[in-house]
C-alpha cells in the first residue's frame, strides 16, 4: 500500500512563493508518473502538474512558467516550486500517483493520494 504524505502549505502573499513536498512510503514510486492537483470548495479536482520519471513534464496552462515540479526518486519525494503566487492559485494541493493509463490530466488517472495541503494566497 502507498502512501503519500504533502507538506509545506501556508499562507503566502501574492507575488510570493511555496514549495510543496510530498513524501512516499510503501514502496517505491521511481516507475510512476506523480502528478499534483488543487481543489478549491465547489468544484472539482483540477490538474496542476505531472512529472515521468525520466524527467519530461505537463503543466497546466494556468500554472505554466510560475510552477516548476521535480521529484528524487532516491528519496521516493516529489515537489512542486510556486512562484508569483496569484490569489486564484488557492487550493488544497494534493499529490497523486498515476495508474499509467496514459492519460494524466485527469483524477481517476492517479491511484493513490495523499491528504492534501492548504495553499492560501492573500492578495
Known amino acids: 500500500q502507498v502512501q503519500l504524505a504533502e507538506s509545506g502549505g501556508g499562507l503566502v502573499q501574492a507575488g510570493g512563493s511555496l514549495r510543496l513536498s510530498c513524501a512516499a512510503s510503501g514502496r517505491n514510486f521511481s516507475n510512476h508518473v506523480m502528478g499534483w492537483f488543487r481543489q478549491v470548495p465547489g468544484k472539482e479536482r483540477e490538474f496542476v502538474a505531472a512529472?515521468?520519471?525520466?524527467?519530461?513534464?505537463i503543466y497546466a496552462d494556468s500554472v505554466k512558467g510560475r510552477f516548476t515540479i521535480s521529484r528524487d526518486n532516491a528519496k521516493n519525494a516529489v515537489y512542486l516550486q510556486m512562484s508569483n503566487l496569484k490569489p486564484e492559485d488557492t487550493a488544497v494541493y494534493y499529490c497523486?500517483?498515476?495508474?499509467?493509463?496514459?492519460?494524466?490530466?485527469?483524477?481517476?488517472?492517479?491511484?493513490?493520494w495523499g491528504q492534501g495541503t492548504q495553499v492560501t494566497v492573500s492578495s
Open positions: 512529472m515521468w520519471s525520466a524527467g519530461s513534464t
Open positions: 497523486a500517483e498515476s495508474l499509467g493509463s496514459g492519460n494524466y490530466f485527469r483524477d481517476r488517472d492517479y491511484k493513490y
